[in-house]
């Protein structure tokens, strides 16, 4: 099985943003985005099973990819809780300190930790490997990729943020006998 991890393109929101499970639009080029980002999918797209988060900048995207996209709710960004749609330099810094110091196990305010966001795509991400496609699209936000990538290389969660994920990056796995092959990251 091949999966190809995609992270949504751009956002039309102000660097510094905390939007994790905010839904907030694309920005006003994701039609040449999307133009870059189809060349680096397989020319069948037609033939792949369709996932997506269910946020809009995911869900857009998607539904240029495939009519029939399966919404996951696993797929769903890291939840910021009450710091959604703050900027994170008006967060509380005592506060902002704590978290940053330990992301993997700290929660903000009434929203989840990395390790939280971990488990939530690792459950998915054993139901995919049970199903008999051939090629799998994953529209998706970059904790969660960055949540499976550590799952796949089974990295301490703290590293996963070594890997960098682009706006509208793919990733392209491949599931073969019973072991999971990196091909490319953040192409």
Known sequence: MDIYLIRHTRTATEIGLCYGQTD??????F???LAALRQKLPASVECCAVYSSPLTRCMQLA???????????????LNFGRWEGRRFDEIEPDLLSRWTGNFVETAPP??????DLCERVGGFWQ????????QVLIVTHAGAI???LARVLDLPPANAFQLRIDP???HKLRRQHDYTY???LNR
């Open 24 to 29: 907030v639009a694309l920005s006003p080029g």
């Open 31 to 33: 039609s040449e985005e």
């Open 63 to 77: 539904e240029t990819l495939s009519p029939s996209v399966i919404v996951d709710d696993r797929l769903l960004e």
């Open 110 to 115: 009434d929203g989840e930790s990395f390790t």
């Open 127 to 134: 139901e995919l490997l049970s199903q008999p496609h051939e």
């Open 146 to 148: 960055r949540a499976l």
């Open 168 to 170: 509208g990056s793919v």
């Open 182 to 184: 990196i091909d490319y």
